[in-house]
């Protein structure tokens, strides 16, 4: 388990590096290690609207990590997979249980 979470860390701090500062907008990853949470939140303005919520969540349940919410172009499961991971070790969380069976990911 502590694999997964230190690749999770990995990726999401990537992510905070590539979009940096901005004057804006800003992007931050919280880790809960203990209860195996892992969010990248996005809060700032763009013009005169407020943005404000969660960019990517992640989610450890066991050996698996559960993908609650995945708001990349590529995908979160693609980049953890190039990490090492397994796709019987992802569930893609945001899809109904049916959409999932079948696939190569994990069902749950």
Do not use: C
Request: glycine content about 10%; overall charge negative.
């Amino acid at each position: 388990m502590d694999s997964l979470k230190t690749i999770i860390k990995k990726i999401l701090t990537e992510y905070v590096e590539f979009f940096g500062v901005q004057p804006t907008m800003e992007i931050e990853a919280i880790f809960d290690d203990e209860k195996g949470h892992y969010e990248l939140l996005q809060h700032g303005w763009i013009g005169n609207r407020r943005v404000h919520g969660v960019f990517l969540h992640l989610d450890i349940k066991g050996e698996k990590i559960w993908i609650q919410h995945d708001g990349t172009s590529e995908g979160i499961a693609v980049e953890l997979m190039e990490a090492g991971i397994s796709p019987k070790q992802i569930v893609l969380a945001f899809r109904s249980p049916r959409e999932r069976e079948g696939g190569i990911f994990a069902v749950a």
